[in-house]
């Protein structure tokens, strides 16, 4: 162990803490309650005596700071604490316990529910019909108002299916021709299943429904859903998506996460989203100060050459000028950008001939 802290955020540092733009309403809905002390903390550089000492959590009225030898401790001391004598750090280890990292998976998107089935969304994307369905059942909207194109004139208007209303609005930003979605609810057997209606009446199960709109109606019910905060990841949200529709997939992906201009509420709950990829198409259409660069670095440490990753920013930003960030070379940045390196050669013909060799192209390819 080389070092465990556990600090606290003061009111009158918040905005210090937490550089990005936001607005005060929201600054004075995350940080609460006063603290003096560290819950967790460690003393002292040298090896042999390097102590972590778990502080009294003030809220529960008392207790002594527990010592603990850094050499000695086979694990963290956030991992061993207890509700009765750390409550906020308990609190701190739950919360990254349930950091989500959305792996969705087609078979398991397209899977009817049983009526006994949980009803929040899975890691995989299981339970998807069981968790529209409860939202279908809310008595109030949940999160802010979707585009409404005109498809949704034929969404349902009982204040039972608002929230599939509002999904089914979100979804047209990504396909054609959305009527409405629903579930279809088997007595007999006992099973949900998620259902598309086109403009035109035809009933479409999820077992025809293609991966990328199945991803999108999950995380479209991820927007709407008020109990599912924290850190939510995902890899690669572009997959599945057609190129014209990655901006639909990104606002929507902006949408879930929590909106710092607002104060947090069942309206805005307090999420936070990161996304990796490799597609220039994303990388081009988020705002600059959320981007983060992965760059491979190398290192040369006691005579041995250590390969690593730093990450950097772009130039201009908050994560650069008040994180303090390192900041990518523009050439490299654009690389992200225009990842095709190699100029076409327009002598290729037939069968032969690349996208990137037509002469037509090449212009607006950047080459």
């Not at 201009?316 to 303090?324: H, L, P």
Request: hydrophobic share 40%; aromatic share 4%.
């Amino acid at each position: 162990m080389v070092k465990e802290t556990l600090d606290y955020v003061k009111r009158g540092e918040a905005l210090a803490h937490l550089p990005f733009k936001h607005a005060r309403a929201w600054r004075d809905s995350v940080v609460k309650g006063r603290r003096t002390s560290p819950y967790i903390s460690t003393e002292n550089h040298e090896v042999e005596s390097r102590v972590v000492k778990l502080h009294q959590d003030s809220s529960t009225g008392g207790g002594r700071t527990r010592l603990f030898q850094a050499e000695k401790l086979p694990r963290t001391v956030l991992s061993t604490v207890n509700a009765q004598e750390s409550p906020t750090a308990v609190l701190a280890r739950w919360e990254m316990l349930n950091w989500r990292l959305l792996q969705l998976e087609p078979a398991a998107l397209r899977a009817p529910d049983g009526f006994d089935a949980p009803s929040q969304l899975a890691a995989s994307g299981a339970h998807l019909p069981a968790t529209l369905f409860r939202l279908s059942q809310e008595p109030e909207r949940r999160g802010g108002e979707s585009p409404a194109p005109e498809a949704a004139n034929h969404a349902p208007e009982k204040s039972g299916e608002r929230a599939l209303t509002q999904i089914a609005n979100r979804l047209c930003a990504l396909i054609d021709q959305v009527g409405r979605v629903g579930i279809d609810r088997d007595d007999k057997r006992e099973l949900s299943t998620l259902l598309l209606t086109d403009r035109y009446g035809t009933e479409l199960p999820a077992k025809s429904l293609s991966d990328g709109t199945l991803r999108f109606l999950a995380l479209a019910s991820v927007e709407i859903d008020p109990t599912l905060t924290g850190l939510i990841c995902m890899e690669e949200p572009e997959n599945g998506i057609h190129p014209e529709r990655i901006g639909a997939m990104i606002e929507l992906l902006r949408d879930i996460a929590v909106d710092p201009e607002l104060a947090v509420d069942d309206d805005n709950p307090l999420r936070q989203v990161i996304i990796n990829t490799h597609s220039p198409v994303v990388v081009s259409q988020v705002p600059d100060d959320t981007l983060v660069f992965a760059v491979p670095e190398q290192r040369v440490v006691k005579g041995s050459l250590i390969k690593g990753v730093s990450f950097r920013s772009l130039s201009e930003t908050w994560r650069a000028e008040k994180a303090g960030m390192g900041v990518i070379g523009k050439g490299r940045a654009l690389a992200f950008l225009q990842p095709i390196t190699e100029k076409g050669d327009p002598k290729r013909k037939g069968a032969n001939r690349r996208v990137m060799d037509r002469e037509d192209l090449q212009l607006e390819l950047g080459l």
